[in-house]
């Protein structure tokens, strides 16, 4: 709760409210009621929190999954082509690439 500001606050309200409960004389309808939707408010943000830390995590699976091996067509020394992986690819090389293809490329 603390890595959000505004969620911890309401907690901390939510405490406070659920002390008042029982120590309060007065009014303690209303402050149940602010209780009950209090910690119904942080419950509900970690739900919600929780439901997209998951979807992001399957999304980047189903990226990590979908990521293909690119070829690229490298120069050799004598002037012929090769077909290389992407990942073969070091700074200085040379290679062709016709419109519409991908750019072969190292990840760093």
Known sequence: MIRNPVMFVTMIGAII????IFVSHELRTFVIQIAIWLWFTVLF???AEAMAEGRGKSQ?????????????????????????AAEEL????????????VIPAMEK
Do not use: H, M
């Not at 409210?17 to 008042?20: K, V």
């Not at 070091?90 to 293809?101: F, K, P, T």
């Open 60 to 84: 980047a699976d189903a990226l990590r999954k979908s990521r293909t091996q690119l070829f690229g067509l490298k120069y050799k020394n004598d002037g012929t082509l090769q077909q290389v």
């Open 45 to 47: 943000a970690n739900f």
């Open 17 to 20: 409210t659920t002390y008042e």
């Open 90 to 101: 070091r700074q200085g090389d040379i290679v062709l690439v016709v419109a519409g293809e």
